[in-house]
């Protein structure tokens, strides 16, 4: 939640989304291991600007640079880019629950919290920033790469301006294999 604290303390009268350029990862430096910061540049874009340290540990293969569309599995990606177009217009942050599978076969579940800023010139969100932490760990801990994520539910937060009747939380169904 110190995630949260630190969006609100961002928030001000003329915009109720902060600016990426406040937000100052040093304000929140217990969690800079688990932060991700990423960036929508359209509809299908959404490109990772830091990777945290512990995420990168858990058998990530991507860094900063890398867009996060290209590489999930379509459902996911498709949620991501609904997420910015509904979600993260009204400021609402965002609990999602999901499996990492590694290519031994291995997997972790991670919750991620995240929440939305704009850009400096924009009322739109163009940033999330996002903390992941692992819940369970189904692996020893070796080389082995993330394959691919697989949610298990998303859940909206209201973050002091209500959740927009029309997001409903979500239970994604797993591919069968």
Same mark, same amino acid.
């Given at each position: 939640?110190?995630?949260?604290?630190?969006?609100r #303390?961002?928030?001000?009268?003329?915009?109720? /989304?902060?600016?990426?350029s406040?937000?100052?990862?040093?304000?929140?430096v217990? =969690?800079? $291991?688990?932060?991700?910061?990423?960036?929508r /540049?359209?509809a299908?874009s959404?490109? =990772?600007?830091?990777?945290?340290?512990?995420i +990168?540990?858990?058998?990530?293969?991507?860094?900063?640079?890398?867009?996060?569309?290209e590489?999930?599995?379509?459902?996911?990606? #498709?949620?991501?880019?609904?997420t @910015?177009d509904r979600g993260?217009?009204? $400021?609402?942050?965002?609990?999602m629950l999901? %499996? +990492?599978?590694?290519v031994t076969g291995?997997?972790t579940?991670?919750?991620?919290?995240?929440? !939305?800023?704009?850009? #400096?010139? %924009?009322?739109?969100?163009?940033?999330?920033?996002a903390?992941?932490?692992e819940?369970?760990?189904?692996?020893?801990l %070796?080389?082995?790469k993330?394959t691919?994520?697989m !949610?298990? #539910?998303?859940?909206w937060?209201d973050l002091?301006?209500?959740?927009p009747? %029309?997001?409903?939380?979500?239970? @994604?169904?797993?591919?069968?294999?």
């Amino acid at each position: 939640m110190r995630l949260i604290a630190a969006w609100r #303390s961002l928030s001000s009268e003329e915009s109720m /989304l902060p600016a990426r350029s406040a937000f100052r990862p040093e304000t929140v430096v217990s =969690l800079l $291991p688990r932060i991700s910061i990423l960036e929508r /540049l359209n509809a299908e874009s959404l490109v =990772l600007r830091l990777v945290g340290e512990d995420i +990168k540990l858990q058998g990530h293969a991507i860094n900063v640079g890398t867009d996060l569309l290209e590489v999930s599995l379509p459902s996911l990606a #498709s949620f991501f880019a609904d997420t @910015f177009d509904r979600g993260f217009g009204h $400021p609402c942050g965002l609990s999602m629950l999901m %499996d +990492k599978v590694l290519v031994t076969g291995g997997w972790t579940r991670v919750h991620m919290l995240a929440v !939305p800023f704009r850009g #400096s010139t %924009d009322q739109a969100p163009h940033f999330l920033v996002a903390c992941c932490h692992e819940v369970t760990r189904h692996y020893l801990l %070796d080389s082995a790469k993330i394959t691919q994520h697989m !949610p298990i #539910s998303a859940r909206w937060l209201d973050l002091g301006y209500g959740v927009p009747g %029309d997001l409903a939380d979500r239970t @994604f169904e797993r591919p069968r294999t």
